[in-house]
């Protein structure tokens, strides 16, 4: 008599807590989305002789930043592709995923650097050290001076 009460007892318990944890992560998920949550839309553009940066910039609602960038350079196939990254300061330190436009099968990844100056972005230039199959800008090496672009505020356009 009291091994059926005792597995009722365990299987409602069992059934109490998946309960629990689907509830749990609906929390999460919820919180996610919020954070994920678009607050403003900017747009820059950057012109250095015949080549154009193109950049759209989301700042997330949790403090990070994502966006899309195109990068034309003369005689060169157009980059294509997503950035995101965050804050530290005032440079956005960001990681470029993109594909070339003739062959667009291989996704490469950089990863970049931002200074803000009032309205402006100035696109860093330093040394990449790759650890472990991840690439990054070594610290104490990127060049906000010397640089060719320099990104100015433009009129955002949906495409």
């Known amino acids: 008599m009291k091994t059926p009460v005792l597995f009722c007892l365990l299987f409602a318990c069992i059934g109490f807590q998946?309960?629990?944890k689907n509830q749990n992560e609906k929390t999460v998920k919820a919180t996610q989305v919020q954070a994920e949550k678009v607050i403003s839309v900017q747009c820059y553009k950057a012109?250095?002789?015949?080549?154009?940066?193109?950049?759209?910039m989301n700042?997330?609602?949790?403090?990070?930043?994502?966006?899309?960038?195109?990068?034309?350079?003369?005689n060169r196939p157009k980059k294509v592709g997503k950035i995101a990254g965050e804050f530290r300061g005032?440079?956005?330190?960001?990681?470029?995923?993109?594909?070339?436009?003739?062959?667009?099968?291989?996704?490469?990844?950089?990863?970049?650097?931002?200074?803000?100056?009032?309205?402006?972005?100035i696109l860093g230039k330093g040394d990449i050290q790759?650890?472990?199959?991840?690439?990054?800008?070594?610290?104490?090496?990127?060049d906000?001076?010397?640089?060719?672009?320099r990104f100015t505020t433009v009129d955002c356009i949906d495409k």
């Open 90 to 121: 005032d440079t956005l330190f960001a990681s470029y995923t993109f594909i070339r436009d003739v062959n667009n099968k291989i996704t490469y990844k950089n990863p970049m650097a931002f200074l803000k100056r009032g309205n402006e972005f």
């Open 18 to 20: 998946s309960c629990k």
């Open 59 to 74: 700042t997330l609602k949790n403090g990070k930043i994502t966006g899309n960038m195109v990068m034309k350079f003369f």
């Open 130 to 142: 790759t650890t472990l199959g991840a690439s990054y800008l070594v610290k104490g090496t990127i």
């Open 144 to 149: 906000f001076e010397r640089v060719k672009f």
């Open 47 to 56: 012109l250095y002789e015949q080549d154009t940066i193109e950049l759209k």
